[in-house]
């Protein structure tokens, strides 16, 4: 089976889109979503007449066989994360204002008030969010891979905190020998094509190159969201074992 994986859209209706009908032309036989469907931060993004979280999400679920949470949704549906890294989240995190919330996390975890724009989600779409998981695992042509927004402890990307070395993966990989994984797959860092990861080394891997890679093995994938050099999906052959990232 090919997976196509898409991440973090941000709202950008117009490179959804694209991207859909870019993976309806690969022949690929599911789409797995690994999250940040909304946030749509007003420094870094430029498609403010067209942001769309409503139908970005729409598309999301009519198209894809397993949606992730990631911590923009995470902020939109008023979502507490399930795993939690060095912060431990008070219960009425947000009913306290910005100031509050800044003072009690001292850093460590991503606040949106000043920056983020309203996804405008209707209610049905915020119950939607509500319902969905941090996680998941799929069993597949005698393969089990792990799908999550990004890496263990940090699955959510409620964090401030970015992992650039095989020694930053430790606790990932332990917890996918836990569950007998051998890929995983996840978004949030907006990587420029593949960043691939086993227990040895990292590798940055560019557009429409097929990777083998070793096992076990975590690999980012690019957001859908952002400029028309960096952005895409990544394909994952679930029998042959290769990845390959896809330019939109």
Same mark, same amino acid.
Request: hydrophobic share 35%; with cysteine.
């Given at each position: ?6 991440? @973090? ?26 999250? @940040? ?48 890294? @060095? ?37 049905? @779409? ?123």
């Amino acid at each position: 089976m090919k997976l196509a994986i898409i991440s @973090d859209i941000h709202e950008d209706i117009v490179n959804l889109k694209q991207t859909l009908h870019k993976i309806e032309k690969t022949g690929c036989d599911k789409i797995f979503c690994l999250g @940040d469907i909304s946030g749509f931060s007003v420094p870094h993004y430029r498609y403010f007449d067209t942001r769309n979280a409503h139908e970005c999400l729409k598309l999301v679920k009519e198209n894809c066989e397993v949606v992730i949470l990631g911590n923009h949704d995470l902020q939109a549906a008023r979502r507490i994360p399930e795993a939690h890294g @060095d912060f431990r989240f008070p219960e009425n995190w947000y009913e306290l204002d910005y100031r509050e919330r800044k003072a009690l996390s001292q850093g460590k975890v991503w606040l949106y008030d000043h920056d983020e724009l309203d996804p405008l989600y209707t209610r049905d @779409d915020i119950n939607y969010l509500k319902s969905l998981p941090e996680k998941s695992i799929l069993e597949q042509d005698s393969k089990r891979i792990l799908f999550t927004h990004y890496i263990i402890p940090n699955i959510s990307g409620a964090y401030q905190k970015f992992y650039h070395t095989a020694a930053d993966y430790t606790e990932h990989f332990r917890y996918m020998r836990e569950q007998d994984c051998a890929y995983s797959f996840a978004g949030h860092a907006h990587s420029s094509g593949l960043y691939i990861t086993n227990e040895m080394r990292t590798r940055q891997k560019g557009f429409n190159k097929k990777v083998i890679p070793d096992t076990p093995v975590n690999v980012i994938v690019p957001s859908v969201a952002g400029n028309q050099i960096g952005h895409g999906f990544c394909i994952f052959d679930t029998v042959e074992g290769w990845v390959k990232a896809v330019r939109v």
